[in-house]
């Protein structure tokens, strides 16, 4: 079963805007991490944010998390036709596992 | 590039039949894990080795199956093959340290279609 629920499913913007995307978990989580896939290949991870961090930066990418509310937002700034992609929250819970259950994704799409 | 390798890229097989999916680690990396990815969904958790034992396994039949060798490579066997088998297959290697969790490192996966 899957854990998360990004949000929105689907994201069209014009090259240069930002790009918002949410994510929303049920459990303790341990972990949250971020990654983006084209085309239906393999998945390229973004970033991880842990349980007691708040926010993370990387490049163009600022991550926030708040357990309060299990939820996390991903943030791409300046976006490029190259950002175009799927992109998936993945929570990792339990003691020992380092099992990810993924979301549905948010199809992003970049117009030059 | 991730230095995590899957073959065969692509796979054909009939229902009733069984498959056999490779996977090489990247370098220095103990755990893999495998995930199903159905068309239009996130991937899902299968099972995952640590150090050639069975470190978890998600919501899937015994058919499924796996091995992870002692250069940490590792095989998902699947048996009498179903038409709702057909999907992409990811695996996934990382550090496995007792209480600290890393990033995952995904294949670009085999894409299986069972007719």
Same mark, same amino acid.
């Given at each position: ?7 929105p #499913?689907?994201?069209? =913007? #014009?090259?240069?805007?930002?790009? &918002? ?5 049920? &459990?303790? =989580? ?14 390229? /991870?973004? =970033? ?8 993370? /930066?990387?490049?163009? +990418?600022?991550v !926030?998390?708040?357990t ?5 937002? +991903?943030?791409i !700034? ?5 950002d !175009? ?13 380092y099992?990810?259950?993924f979301?549905?994704? %948010? ?6 | 590039? %991730?230095?995590? &390798?899957?073959s065969? %890229? /692509? +796979? ?6 069984q ?9 220095? /990396?103990? %755990? ?13 958790? =299968?099972? #995952? ?7 978890g396994?998600?919501?899937?039949p ?19 093959l ?5 999907? +992409?297959?990811?695996?996934?290697s990382? #550090?496995?340290l007792?209480?600290l ?8 996966? !085999?894409?299986? &279609?069972?007719t």
């Amino acid at each position: 079963s899957q854990q998360g629920e990004e949000d929105p #499913q689907a994201l069209s =913007i #014009q090259e240069g805007e930002n790009a &918002t995307m949410n994510c929303s978990y049920k &459990t303790s =989580i341990n972990n949250l991490q971020w990654y983006r896939q084209n085309s239906g290949r393999g998945l390229v /991870h973004l =970033i991880l944010i842990r349980s007691n961090e708040r926010e993370k /930066h990387s490049g163009r +990418l600022r991550v !926030t998390l708040d357990t309060s509310k299990k939820s996390s937002s +991903l943030l791409i !700034t300046a976006s490029r036709a190259a950002d !175009t992609a799927s992109y998936f929250c993945a929570s990792e819970s339990g003691a020992g596992s380092y099992q990810l259950t993924f979301g549905k994704g %948010t199809k992003l799409s970049v117009i030059p | 590039e %991730t230095g995590v &390798t899957q073959s065969p %890229t /692509h +796979l054909i097989k009939t229902r009733g039949q069984q498959v056999t999916l490779r996977c090489s680690s990247q370098s220095g /990396h103990n %755990t893999v894990s495998w995930y199903q990815q159905a068309l239009g969904q996130g991937p899902q958790f =299968i099972f #995952q080795y640590y150090r050639e034992e069975e470190n978890g396994r998600g919501n899937f039949p015994p058919r499924f199956s796996g091995l992870q060798f002692p250069n940490y490579s590792s095989e998902l066997n699947v048996n009498a093959l179903e038409l709702d088998d057909s999907a +992409l297959y990811l695996c996934a290697s990382s #550090q496995g340290l007792a209480g600290l969790s890393y990033e995952q490192y995904f294949g670009p996966g !085999t894409r299986l &279609t069972v007719t």
